[in-house]
């Protein structure tokens, strides 16, 4: 069997972590307590277990967890600060943009990633990053309205 | 018995030994020495679902990433080249300084998977994987050709058909630059709205005279005959040389209708192929010649 030690960045820290060579990085987050990232489809279509990898959404269940050495991962865990939740959580819970829950830490990744490039999204620029998201409870419409009001919030402060 | 979604039950991954070159004079030497049968891993969106298919059962993989000078696009004296780790997104925002031509490459931002797959798929992974995948048609009608290394050297092959052995890795896809007069699209007919496979594709390369004829046409798509991809040369020999209107496109496409054959399965019969092909075929030269005329021809 092979083990091997790897590097990284996770949400802000340094974190050196043994992993076998076929564990992928979804494995691997989860193993480290990153329970926000879940598995849905295992082959890229769902969008479930999206992080951000340098800043850029990615699918952490296509990723062999070796590949992200010496790279930087944030995880929905790492978007409040000192106990304080982000704006797109907060426009989440206040527009009661979630219902089972499962899908919304990969669409609150890919809108971090999508606000951190565009900091005022049109409604047709949210739909397009959303695309390999799926949602098989909300029909989308609140996210895309939670996600313009984290905009606005984001802008007005 | 366990059943899927998919129609598949996805394996675990096998236990894999995994080399990580950080120079491409090492991997070279691994894929051609001790490393020999070891499959490349880039982004991982091709490989990944294989192994978890059970199509790919390899023991070693050799992870690219690390060779970070393999992300590129360029532009030196009027040759646009590609490195083979360039992601599809990367790809995307390089037509803001190559030039709206290269239509074919932005229309990726709507039609290749989502955008985390696109920050993920590399331009090396789609050419060796190869077959139906978008930008190995889109490079047919670039002419675009593949630059390959192995320990023994370095040969170029067309980018659509590489052909790789196993100790050899593509570095570059690169291609003659589009002159002026000159119009790339992209376009794809798919089940659902985005991130699902294509029924149909057509890549198109259209350059006309100062006189609005057709100077030269390239027109690839993902099923021609068969299940195989390729250029529908009757359709662009017929085209050459003429002004583009509407009744010499509609007979374009009868010439491509007696040309191409393509294959049924479940997601459409041949004949619905046909049919689509012919229609996205004869919007793409419409659209195309619409942005080099600036709506005048
Ligand atoms: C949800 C989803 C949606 C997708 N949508 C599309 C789509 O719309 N259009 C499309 O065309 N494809 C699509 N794909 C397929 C895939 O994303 C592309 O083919 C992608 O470009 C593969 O690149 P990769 O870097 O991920 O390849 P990998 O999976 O890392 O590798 C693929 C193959 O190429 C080999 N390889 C990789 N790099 C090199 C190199 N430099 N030299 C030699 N061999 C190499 C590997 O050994 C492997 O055999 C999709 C995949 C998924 C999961
Ligand atoms: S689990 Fe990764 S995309 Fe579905
Ligand atoms: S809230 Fe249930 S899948 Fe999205």
Known sequence: ?157 | MACSAWGWLPREIPELEIYLPSRMGDLLDYLAGEGRGASIIAGGTDIIPAMRRGALRPRRLVDITGLRELRYVKHDNGIVRIGALTAVSQLVSSVAWLGRRYYCFKAMDIHFGSWSIRNMATVGGNISSGGERDLVQVFHVLEGYARIKSREGERIAPAWRPELREDEIITEVFFKDLGKNSWTWFNKLEMRAANGIGIVTVSLMLRLDDNYVVDEIRIALNRVRGREAGRAHEAERFLTGKRIGYEMLREAMEVMEREISPASDFRASGEFRREASKILTRRAIEAAAKMITGGEA
């Open chain 1, 1 to 157: 069997m092979s083990w091997y030690k790897i590097s990284f960045k996770l949400n802000g820290e340094h974190v050196s972590v043994i992993v076998r060579g076929r564990e992928r990085l979804i494995d691997v987050l989860r193993r480290l307590g990153m329970k926000s990232v879940k598995e849905g489809c295992s082959v890229g279509d769902c969008g479930t277990c999206i992080v951000l990898l340098d800043g850029e959404p990615i699918n952490s269940c296509l990723m062999l967890a070796i590949q992200a050495r010496d790279r930087e991962i944030t995880t929905l865990e790492g978007l409040s600060r000192g106990g304080e939740l982000h704006p797109l959580q907060r426009a989440f819970i206040e527009l009661a943009a979630s219902q089972c829950g499962f899908c919304i830490p990969g669409i609150i990744m890919t809108a971090k990633g999508l606000l951190d490039r565009v900091p005022q999204p049109t409604e047709e620029e949210i739909r397009h990053a959303l695309v390999g998201n799926l949602c098989r409870c909300t029909g989308y419409a609140k996210i895309v309205e939670a996600i313009r009001s984290a905009a606005q919030q984001r802008g007005s402060e």
